[in-house]
């Protein structure tokens, strides 16, 4: 009787082999990336989302963009000074750490932090971050935007959704056919933590308060062979 497939066993070396190589290649790319371009931003995002990250590459499609492992990227820079890529960017991999990228790009330093000065994408929040405004959904018939639009440009909450919302939390009840709350309930407080209740909650009634940004940390110039901190340039 052949062996069943199912029970095949997969050894983690494997696994780690193309761990490794996906390593090796961004390695590669990173140092390739350096040789060819004028500048080198480290960048740090809040809110991350795939989708606006993707609108930024297309935006800059003369450009490079890095999100992957930091301590492989610092270490294709180099992290001290007998190791660096190119003069002196061991100072710029001084700045990657947490949540961070390398932009590569032929475009002038002012230009990038101009943009991304201005360039930010309000989503819906996820767990874990902070709500930025307090939410309450007035007592009385709930709408499908919880009270944030005058009711002659609202609608009711569908009768569908009552056991929904109150699986999420809401002390609601239905009265014939309208999903009603007795008191006024409070979704999330400004500055409070939120779960994925209120996360899901605050999506149902389209309140969004999670903003995508793309913060410039520092960049090196290859001509200066310099690496500036953008904070510094902005006070």
């Known amino acids: 009787m052949p062996k069943s497939k199912r029970a095949k066993v997969v050894h983690l070396s494997k696994t780690d082999k193309k761990g490794k190589e996906l390593s090796q290649k961004l390695f590669a790319n990173v140092q390739e990336a350096a040789d060819n371009f004028a500048y080198i931003f480290v ?12 609108e930024v590459r297309t935006e800059f499609s003369d450009s490079r963009l890095f999100f992957g492992k930091t301590k492989v990227m610092a270490k294709a820079l180099g ?15 001084a700045h990657l750490a947490g949540n961070v990228g390398l932009f590569f ?18 989503d819906f929040a996820r767990a874990g971050i902070r709500a930025t405004h307090t939410f309450t959904v007035p007592a009385g018939v709930v709408s499908s935007r919880g009270g944030e639009l ?18 999420w939390g809401m002390p609601t009840k239905l009265s014939k056919g309208k999903v009603m709350l ?11 933590l939120l779960n994925s209740h209120q996360t899901a909650l605050l999506k149902q009634f389209g309140v969004a308060m999670a903003d995508f940004k793309i913060d410039l940390k520092a960049y090196y110039s290859a001509a ?3 690496v500036t901190a953008v904070n510094a340039m902005e006070e």
């Open 43 to 54: 960048f740090a995002v809040e809110n991350m989302r795939n989708t606006y990250l993707k």
């Open 79 to 93: 992290q001290t000074p007998a190791e660096e890529h190119l003069p002196n960017l061991s100072s710029l991999s």
């Open 105 to 122: 790009t032929n475009r002038e330093p002012k230009d990038i932090i101009d943009y991304f000065a201005s360039y930010a994408q309000t």
């Open 150 to 167: 005058p009711p002659d440009d609202d609608v009711p909450l569908p009768h569908s959704l009552e056991v929904t919302v109150r699986k």
């Open 182 to 192: 007795d008191a006024d309930y409070t979704i999330c407080k400004e500055g409070e």
């Open 224 to 226: 200066n062979e310099s």
